[in-house]
């Protein structure tokens, strides 16, 4: 990104939802580092939940009266229900599309939600719905899909997925493995969402990103390369299996949610979540973090 680029962008006030988060907070300090005017939009229970830094760089606003007002973009990183990611995101469309914002970005950060039918992954679901409903909402704003495949990082790819178990030095495979998957950190994804916020250019409304590109044997051979270990595959069976087991866990009687990091892992593991061409060369100051790498520092303890 030139100095001419960051010169042109440093006019862009960008409006974020949900800097509160993990996901957020990373967002709001590379949407600084890009040059934006940074106004978040914080309730008040949870502005005692901000960070900092990022709160004094920023307009703070906790309700949406104004909010929109001179907006470029509004970038949306809330999680929940369909309360949330469904009713509350069109209630911020049509708000954004009131006060002629360009463009929002849609809390998605996930494998291609798009490529699975209703029921296969709950919160999915969900996106797809509020996607679905934007067409008819969005007026001349831009609705964009971010998608960056799995999350690679500790707590999801080495944690929710379950789809390892270090501890244990053991790599857990559902069917045959030969699926080509996308991983993306949290910082990478953030980088990314700052970047299409900042966009000058038209913008696709599903935009691919990621890091590596990975089937499950070679995902398990850079996990092997960052740790400096073998791992032990275990397989647990066929998709077929993983299928069923999914439907136990959803009449487990609580509610189903014990089977929702296997619906992320199966729409990886199937193919169905797989990304469309990836669109990393759009902006090319961001160089991706591969898995060997992150699982080094992990090793390493800086991770």
Known sequence: MTAQTQDQEASKTVLLIGATGHLGGMIARELLKQGAGLRLLVRPKSRSKLDAEIAAKSEIFEDEEGAFDNVHTVVSAVQGGPATIVEAQLTWLRAARDAGVQRFIASDYSMNLFGLNDGENIHSDFRRAFASRAESERGDVGVVHLLNGAFLDRGVLFGFLGAFDLDKGEAYLWGDGDAKMEFTTFADTAAYAAA???????????IYVAGDVLTFDELVSEAEAGLGRSLTVKKLGTLADMDAEID????DGHGGFSAIPLMYWRAMLSGKGRLGPLMNDRYPWIQPTSVRHYVATMAAGTA
Do not use: L
């Not at 299409?196 to 599903?206: F, L």
């Not at 136990?248 to 009449?251: D, G, P």
């Open 196 to 206: 299409v916020a900042m966009d000058d250019r038209p913008v696709p409304d599903e």
């Open 248 to 251: 136990r866990r959803q009449a």
